[in-house]
C-alpha cells in the first residue's frame, strides 16, 4: 500500500472523533500520541493489557472528568473508520474480540474487555508507522495538528512529556523517557522546588512540570540528577536563565533581570541566594553538579546579582 505524506497528514486531520456538543472526546487523540511515543522508542505492536493504565492515567490527567474511564474505548474504536482508506489503526487478530450486546440482540460496538485483555494487540499501519518512524516533518505535523486542534497550548508541554516525544525546531527528534516526569514530580512530593507551588485540580496538579536541568537538545539524559520539579513559571524563568542553581543549590538569580519589574520580588529575589526550599525526597534526586555547572555556562544569563 503506497502512501504520500499528504495521504497519512489527511489521515490523521479526518481522525473520526466522537461529539456530542460541547463534550470534549480526546481519547484517540490521545492513544495517538502515546503510540507515536512508543513508536519512536522502538515499540510497533501495543498489547492492550499492557497500557491499559497509561491510556486510563491520560484520560484522567488531560481529558474531562469523568466519574470512572474507558481507555479501552479509544484502543478499540481507533480502527472503525468512515472509509477504509482513512484508517490509520488495525488489531490483526480482532476476529477474536467479541463485542458486547444489547438486550434487542444489537451489537454495542464496544469490545468484551476480557477478550481485548487477551487478545488486543493495536498498532499503525506498516506504511503509516514507517514513514513516522523515519520522518520529523512528517511526525511534527502530525502531533502538533492533534495538539492544536484539540488541547489548549497550556496542555501541549506535559501531554509531549508523559507520552515519551520531543518535539524540536531543527535539530534531529529524540524520544523522552515518559517515566520522566512522573518520577520528578513524585521525588519532589509533586510541589516546586522554589516557591512550593502545589495545587491540584481534584488529585492531578497542574501548571507542575519536570524540567531538564541539560536540555535535551545538547544530549542531556532523562534521568533523576538533571531534573527538578518546577511550576510553569519557575521553569521557564529557568530555561531563559532568569536564575540558576549553583553547585550548593542556591539559587542565583541574574543581574540582568530587572529589578523594578513586576513580579521580580515575589518570583525571584526573595528566593535569591537560598537554597533550593523544596528539595526532592531522596538523595539520588538530587540535582548532579555536572548538569547545574551546564546550566549555569550555557543557559544562565550571568553574572549573578550578588556573590554568594
Known amino acids: 500500500m503506497n502512501m504520500t505524506r499528504e495521504d497519512i497528514i489527511k489521515k490523521f486531520q479526518d481522525l473520526n472523533v466522537w461529539e456530542r456538543g460541547e463534550e470534549r472526546a480526546p481519547h484517540k487523540p490521545l492513544l495517538v500520541l502515546y503510540a507515536i511515543g512508543k513508536l519512536l522508542h522502538g515499540e510497533d505492536s501495543l498489547r492492550y493489557v499492557d497500557i491499559e493504565e497509561d491510556l486510563r492515567e491520560l484520560l484522567k490527567e488531560f481529558g474531562p472528568w469523568r466519574p470512572n474511564y474507558r481507555p479501552q474505548d479509544p484502543f478499540w474504536r481507533l480502527r472503525n473508520v468512515r472509509n477504509e482508506e482513512d484508517k490509520v489503526w488495525e488489531i490483526p487478530n480482532e476476529y477474536k474480540i ?43 505535523e502530525i502531533i502538533g495538528g492533534l495538539l492544536g486542534s484539540h488541547f489548549p497550548i497550556t496542555y501541549h ?8 516525544i520531543e518535539l524540536s525546531f531543527g535539530i534531529p527528534n529524540q524520544p523522552r523517557d515518559p517515566n520522566f516526569r512522573r518520577k520528578i514530580l513524585e521525588a519532589y512530593s509533586h510541589r516546586c522546588a522554589i516557591c512550593g507551588f502545589n495545587v491540584k485540580l481534584r488529585d492531578r496538579p497542574i501548571a507542575l512540570e519536570a524540567a531538564h536541568i541539560k536540555w535535551r537538545m545538547a544530549e542531556g539524559p532523562d534521568k533523576e540528577g538533571n531534573g527538578i520539579a518546577l511550576c510553569s513559571l519557575h521553569h521557564k524563568l529557568f530555561d531563559r536563565g532568569a536564575f540558576t542553581l549553583s553547585d550548593q543549590l542556591k539559587i542565583r538569580v541574574s543581574e540582568h533581570v530587572d529589578k523594578t519589574s513586576v513580579g521580580f520580588e515575589e518570583w525571584l529575589k526573595q528566593f535569591d541566594g537560598q537554597e533550593i526550599n523544596f528539595p526532592p525526597r531522596k538523595h539520588i534526586y538530587y540535582p548532579n553538579e555536572d548538569y547545574t555547572g551546564w546550566h549555569l555556562k550555557e543557559v544562565f544569563k550571568g553574572p549573578h546579582r550578588e556573590k554568594i
Open 98 to 140: 467479541r463485542e458486547g450486546k444489547r438486550k434487542n440482540g444489537k451489537s454495542t460496538g464496544d469490545a468484551i474487555i476480557g477478550d481485548l485483555r487477551q487478545y488486543g494487540i493495536g498498532r499503525f499501519l506498516k506504511p503509516i508507522a514507517e514513514q513516522l518512524h523515519n520522518d520529523f516533518g512528517l511526525r511534527f
Open 157 to 164: 508541554e506535559d501531554i509531549l512529556q508523559t507520552v515519551g
